[in-house]
């Protein structure tokens, strides 16, 4: 059987991603009622970190560990690879010792090669092009709170980075509307935009994609690596801010999401995030049932209740 992995959305049909989705809830349920279900005995996730990380590395820990099997922490300070060991012979040697493979890096090409030599499925923990797992919990959460997101409006609001092109992948492939509002000069990455095509429409008013909204999403303004750019972006994005009156313009139910970790004052107010419309803590905790499904998946392990 070829080996399946996920380094993107669009490594899933759209069937396969509101498989997983249904699949998280499931999961989700069957934890909070206190029910073991461990079909991952015996199977090990080896987990390559060349960025930090906090939800990522607990999220893939304990859903393993729920699941029944094990993880293992790698950073390149730990192995071969902080000493200039190829990515292929890395991929060669322990895709013969684990399972799965879950690797958060900064380039997407480092991914897409260790995947190209790798006997078990690779998982996209994040890189600097798209955040796949993210948005399998971000779709969970909005199933769980307001049902099927197709034909739904959601406004990005803020940078045209990895997160951005990883909803404008889910807004082809579960058909809804998605609105980028960005400052010039930070938009998505065309490639991304093509892709989408009118699934995804870019403007530089916040108001405007904001206004009828069913779901407002963003994320800081400098992400990991960027952090000598925080001056000036912070300029950029000053008039990108998600707070009360922008929530407003939204419709009288809409949600708000972020990927976390959130600098209040900055992309998101305080009384937003911290708001009865905010949804930020479940889509944190089910960043762990919607990897557990994926991970359910790309093992071939069958699904049960």
Same mark, same amino acid.
């Given at each position: ?7 993107s959305?669009?490594d899933l049909?759209?069937?396969e991603?509101r498989?997983?989705?249904?699949r998280a ?5 069957i ?8 079909p991952l ?5 080896g987990m #390559? ?7 990522t590395?607990?999220s893939f820990?304990?859903?393993m560990?729920q699941?029944?099997g094990?993880a293992?922490?790698?950073?390149p ?7 200039g060991?190829?990515?292929e012979d890395?991929?060669r040697?322990l895709s013969?010792?684990v ?8 380039a997407?090409?480092?991914?897409e090669?260790f995947?190209?030599?790798s006997r078990?499925?690779? #998982?996209?923990g994040?890189?600097?092009?798209v955040h ?14 307001r049902?099927? #997101?197709?034909?739904r ?6 940078d045209?980075?990895n997160m ?8 082809r492939l579960?058909?809804?509307?998605l ?8 938009e998505?990455?065309a ?5 989408a095509g009118?699934?995804?429409e870019?403007?530089?008013?916040a108001a405007a994609?904001a206004?009828g909204?069913d779901l407002?999403v963003t994320?800081?303004?400098a992400?990991m690596?960027?952090e ?6 912070a300029?950029?994005f ?5 707070d009360?009156?922008?929530m407003?313009?939204a ?6 999401m972020h990927c976390l970790?959130?600098h209040?004052?900055?992309e998101?107010?305080?009384d937003v995030?911290d708001g009865p ?6 889509e944190?905790?089910?960043r762990?049932h919607a990897q557990k ?11 049960r209740?």
């Amino acid at each position: 059987m070829k080996v399946r992995h996920f380094l993107s959305l669009d490594d899933l049909s759209a069937h396969e991603l509101r498989t997983l989705i249904e699949r998280a809830n499931e999961l989700k349920s069957i934890q909070h009622l206190g029910n073991r279900h461990t079909p991952l005995l015996g199977k090990t996730l080896g987990m #390559i970190f060349e960025k930090a990380s906090t939800r990522t590395r607990v999220s893939f820990e304990v859903g393993m560990a729920q699941l029944g099997g094990h993880a293992l922490f790698l950073s390149p300070r730990d192995t071969q690879l902080g000493r200039g060991e190829p990515i292929e012979d890395t991929a060669r040697v322990l895709s013969r010792m684990v399972d799965v493979v879950m690797i958060r890096t900064f380039a997407h090409e480092t991914l897409e090669r260790f995947a190209a030599h790798s006997r078990v499925p690779v #998982i996209n923990g994040l890189s600097d092009d798209v955040h796949p797992c993210q948005l399998l919990a971000d779709l969970q959460t909005y199933t769980e709170h307001r049902g099927d #997101i197709q034909g739904r409006t959601v406004a990005w609001i803020g940078d045209g980075n990895n997160m951005c092109h990883s909803w404008m992948n889910a807004a082809r492939l579960l058909d809804f509307k998605l609105r980028i509002a960005c400052p010039p000069g930070y938009e998505p990455d065309a490639r991304f935009t093509a892709a989408a095509g009118e699934h995804a429409e870019i403007m530089h008013d916040a108001a405007a994609a904001a206004a009828g909204a069913d779901l407002l999403v963003t994320d800081v303004w400098a992400s990991m690596g960027q952090e000598e750019e925080q001056a000036r972006r912070a300029a950029a994005f000053a008039a990108y801010q998600i707070d009360k009156q922008l929530m407003a313009a939204a419709a009288p139910d809409a949600l708000f999401m972020h990927c976390l970790p959130a600098h209040r004052g900055e992309e998101v107010s305080a009384d937003v995030i911290d708001g009865p419309q905010s949804v930020v803590w479940d889509e944190a905790e089910n960043r762990l049932h919607a990897q557990k499904a994926l991970l359910e998946f790309l093992l071939d392990v069958a699904l049960r209740g």
